[in-house]
T-cell receptor, first 115, second 111 residues
Framework: AQSVTQLDSQVPVFEEAPVELRCNYS??????LFWYVQYPNQGLQLLLK??????LVKGINGFEAEFNKSQTSFHLRKPSVHISDTAEYFC?????????????FGKGTKLSVKP | DSGVTQTPKHLITATGQRVTLRCSPR?????VYWYQQSLDQGLQFLIQ???????AKGNILERFSAQQFPDLHSELNLSSLELGDSALYFC??????????FGPGTRLLVL
């Protein structure tokens, strides 16, 4: 079974500051890793994903994440945030190589960017 | 816009009732997933269909059922509704099983 822990439920940050949203996972098998963003009253949008290869993954809107297998982490970073980045961010995993692919989500981190 | 559509956007109903939520996947996507998002449980996987067949089940209650039709759209049926079923229900589609694209969701309120 897999589980995902997002260590911070809320992260307040000032505009143009860097931000890191932390995600740790637990799994007995290899996994794919994802970050999704949910803007208020909207669905989930894929930010980035790690399937294989380079452990540093770049996504949309200037976000990037680094897969660390030894620490079972997949932290999301952005060097300079904007007001428009205010949203809830979800880390998710799915088992590697399966034919099912259902996502297991963390509880989410609410990013609040202040002017 | 992900290309996944869900209807209705909002649904208000009473306890004990039955509702049907509809999802149209992205063109060409064979997999459809249903998720429930609630304040206390977070985002939870309910069920997956692939090309008309059930592929995986998650935390789906026996009162809930789903199906995927030959045109690949899917319906989630919720019956004997309880207050605790109030939630946001998302549908997602995928060409295979690596990347899922989410619809805007259906917000269900059970009174």
């Amino acid at each position: 079974a897999q589980s995902v822990t997002q260590l911070d439920s809320q992260v307040p940050v000032f505009e143009e500051a860097p931000v890191e949203l932390r995600c740790n996972y637990s799994s007995s098998v290899s996994v794919y890793l994802f970050w999704y963003v949910q803007y208020p009253n909207q669905g989930l949008q894929l930010l980035l994903k790690y399937l294989s290869g380079s452990t540093l993954v770049k996504g949309i809107n200037g976000f990037e994440a680094e897969f660390n297998k030894s620490q079972t982490s997949f932290h999301l970073r952005k060097p300079s945030v904007h007001i428009s980045d205010t949203a809830e961010y979800f880390c998710a995993v799915s088992p590697y190589g399966g034919s099912q692919g259902n996502l297991i989500f963390g509880k989410g981190t609410k990013l609040s960017v202040k002017p | 816009d992900s290309g996944v559509t869900q209807t209705p956007k909002h649904l208000i109903t009473a306890t004990g009732q039955r509702v049907t939520l509809r999802c149209s996947p992205r063109s060409g996507d064979l997999s459809v997933y249903w998720y429930q998002q609630s304040l206390d449980q977070g985002l939870q996987f309910l069920i997956q269909y692939y090309n008309g067949e059930e592929r995986a089940k998650g935390n789906i209650l026996e009162r809930f059922s789903a199906q995927q039709f030959p045109d690949l759209h899917s319906e989630l049926n919720l019956s004997s509704l309880e207050l605790g079923d109030s939630a946001l229900y998302f549908c997602a589609s995928s060409p295979g099983w690596e990347t899922q694209y989410f619809g805007p969701g259906t917000r269900l309120l059970v009174l």
